[in-house]
């Protein structure tokens, strides 16, 4: 007889992330530079939890899909690596609609900072968006993680864009003063534009002036492709 329980997990931390919208985040962890902060809720913020963790360079972040948890899943979907059409099983995907909406990413240890009286997690490399609910954070284990001859075979059928990115030169006292501000703002904006963020079906298209917006930190990017490059023509506060 087949017996069914229910399991339920309740958050244990969210993180604080430069990627206000899913749309443009990258497709895994370290495509990007972006930085987290993962702050523990009531009942997790005990600092002994994270005793010996600055012994370990990377963590897998284990999080929930919350942003698309509520539209459910299939058991064939549409993998942006798939080139946008051709649909795979779900469970051999890294898709967010999945049965369980269980999320991990492997991201760069940054340490332990305190705020106040509180104390907080910084992270490295981060493909979540702002907010997310974090469930579990394990050390990477390069003994047990990392297998040499692994393969993906649609790595080398779709490789991740890399393409151009320029900066209207009107924007560039905006650009500095996002810099002083982020820190990373140029260089974050340049790696996450370079992977081509527009829909799989358009990234064979070197020009499209249709307008795209990405949201990242505190303001909007509006970009086109144009002659193979990716060029961004607005910054706008959110
Ligand atoms: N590394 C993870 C995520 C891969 S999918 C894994 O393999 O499980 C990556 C995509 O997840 C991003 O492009 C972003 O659009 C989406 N995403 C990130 N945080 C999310 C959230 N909280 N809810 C829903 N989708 C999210």
Redesign the pocket.
């Given at each position: 007889m087949m017996t069914s329980k229910n399991y339920a997990f309740s958050p244990i931390a969210t993180i604080a992330t430069p990627?206000k919208q899913?749309?443009?985040?990258?497709?895994?962890?370290g495509l990007a530079k972006a930085k987290g902060t993962i702050s523990f809720l009531p009942g997790f913020d005990d600092i002994n939890m994270l005793e010996g963790i600055d012994g370990f360079s990377h963590l897998w972040l284990l999080?929930?899909?919350?942003?698309?948890?509520a539209r459910g899943w299939k058991s064939k979907v549409k993998a942006p690596r798939l080139g946008g059409n051709a649909s795979t099983g779900v469970l051999a995907t890294?898709?967010?609609h999945r049965p369980n909406?269980?999320?991990?990413?492997?991201v760069l240890n940054k340490g332990i900072v305190k705020h106040g009286d509180s104390y907080a997690l910084t992270v490295e490399g981060v493909?979540?968006?702002d907010?997310?609910?974090i469930i579990d954070i394990k050390p990477y284990l390069p003994y047990a993680d990392a297998i040499s001859g692994a393969t993906d075979k649609l790595s080398s059928y779709h490789p991740i864009p890399q393409r151009t990115v320029q900066f209207d030169s009107v924007l560039s006292a905006t650009l500095e003063e996002l810099e002083k501000q982020h820190g990373d703002f140029k260089s974050l904006a340049t790696s996450v534009l370079s992977q081509d963020p527009r829909p799989a079906y358009k990234q064979q298209c070197d020009n499209d002036p249709k307008t795209y917006k990405v949201a990242l930190y505190n303001v909007d990017l509006s970009f086109i492709v144009l002659g193979g490059c990716v060029r961004v023509t607005q910054i706008n506060p959110l």
């Open positions: 990627f899913k749309f443009a985040i990258p497709r895994q962890p999080f929930i899909f919350h942003q698309t948890q890294r898709s967010t909406s269980v999320g991990m990413s492997v493909d979540l968006v907010g997310t609910p």
